[in-house]
């Protein structure tokens, strides 16, 4: 028997988005996948050649980097974040859209002039993308790493600006801070391990043309 390819996509909040499309590739998984009352991690499917381990969207990169799992579905600003050379990012999903911003509270932004910044201090769960992004002009970034909740690092004095994803902006509202710069546009990706396309070409070239294919009808 042939060993199933792993697909690693992530609990989040893409999830919901990419369920539809699986049933569209012909990917249902098991019953226990949707059973809150499950602890079970790793899921078999209606394909028997594929079975989906559900991670969280930071790790599912590093599943699929290391190989663990061949196939995956992540945020573009992770993959952005990583920047792993073992991934291949074949297909863009046309779901999880949103953007990475610079945002600071809205009474600094009414007198400030991002040109004029020479350091900055920055609460952020992308510490690589905002350093890259500042020192691409010459500026100083100086990250505090956080996993969420950034919005509220400024009020707290924790740092004076945040790196996050905006995508309807009611969080950076409700918080008092205005988006002064966006960094990326972000999108889901399918992504697939360099080593593994080459070695079971014939499975993973089979599901990189269903993602395609319900895309396709999707936008249609
Ligand atoms: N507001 C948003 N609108 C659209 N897409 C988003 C939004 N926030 C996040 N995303 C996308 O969804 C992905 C997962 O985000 P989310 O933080 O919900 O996942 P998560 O699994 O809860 O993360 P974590 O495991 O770190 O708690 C992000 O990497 C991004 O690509
Ligand atoms: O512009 P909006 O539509 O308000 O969306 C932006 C928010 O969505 C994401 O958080 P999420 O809800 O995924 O929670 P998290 O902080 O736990 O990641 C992101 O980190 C922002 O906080």
């Given at each position: 028997?042939?060993?199933?390819?792993?697909?690693?996509?992530?609990?989040?909040r893409?999830?919901d988005?990419?369920?539809?499309?699986?049933?569209?590739?012909?990917?249902?998984?098991?019953?226990?996948?949707?059973?809150?009352?499950?602890?079970?991690?790793?899921?078999?499917?209606?394909?028997?050649?594929?079975?989906?381990?559900?991670?969280?969207?930071?790790?599912?990169?590093?599943?699929?980097?290391?190989?663990?799992?061949?196939?995956?579905?992540?945020?573009?600003?992770?993959?952005?974040?990583?920047?792993?050379s073992?991934?291949y990012?074949?297909?863009?999903?046309?779901?999880?859209?949103?953007?990475?911003?610079?945002?600071?509270?809205?009474?600094l932004?009414?007198?400030?002039?991002?040109?004029?910044?020479?350091?900055?201090?920055?609460?952020?769960?992308?510490?690589?993308?905002?350093?890259?992004?500042?020192?691409?002009?010459?500026?100083?970034?100086?990250?505090?790493?956080l996993?969420?909740?950034?919005?509220?690092?400024?009020?707290?004095?924790?740092?004076?600006?945040?790196?996050?994803?905006?995508?309807?902006?009611?969080?950076?509202?409700?918080?008092?801070?205005?988006?002064?710069?966006?960094?990326?546009?972000?999108?889901?990706?399918?992504?697939?391990?360099?080593?593994?396309?080459?070695?079971?070409?014939?499975?993973?070239?089979?599901?990189?043309?269903?993602f395609?294919?319900?895309?396709?009808?999707?936008?249609?």
């Amino acid at each position: 028997m042939i060993e199933p390819v792993t697909l690693a996509i992530p609990k989040g909040r893409i999830l919901d988005e990419v369920l539809p499309m699986l049933a569209q590739v012909g990917i249902v998984p098991e019953a226990a996948f949707s059973d809150p009352a499950s602890r079970a991690l790793m899921f078999a499917t209606s394909d028997p050649g594929v079975r989906i381990i559900r991670v969280r969207a930071f790790d599912v990169a590093t599943f699929v980097a290391h190989g663990a799992a061949q196939v995956g579905v992540v945020g573009s600003d992770v993959l952005m974040e990583f920047d792993y050379s073992e991934l291949y990012a074949p297909v863009d999903l046309d779901v999880g859209h949103c953007r990475l911003s610079v945002a600071e509270p809205v009474a600094l932004a009414a007198g400030d002039d991002p040109r004029e910044w020479s350091h900055v201090r920055v609460a952020t769960k992308y510490p690589n993308i905002t350093r890259r992004h500042f020192e691409a002009r010459g500026v100083q970034a100086e990250c505090v790493k956080l996993n969420g909740a950034m919005e509220i690092a400024p009020v707290l004095g924790l740092a004076d600006r945040i790196v996050d994803l905006v995508s309807s902006g009611r969080t950076l509202v409700e918080n008092g801070l205005a988006e002064v710069e966006v960094i990326a546009q972000v999108s889901a990706r399918l992504i697939v391990n360099r080593a593994a396309f080459k070695t079971r070409s014939g499975q993973i070239a089979a599901l990189i043309d269903g993602f395609r294919m319900a895309g396709a009808q999707r936008a249609a």
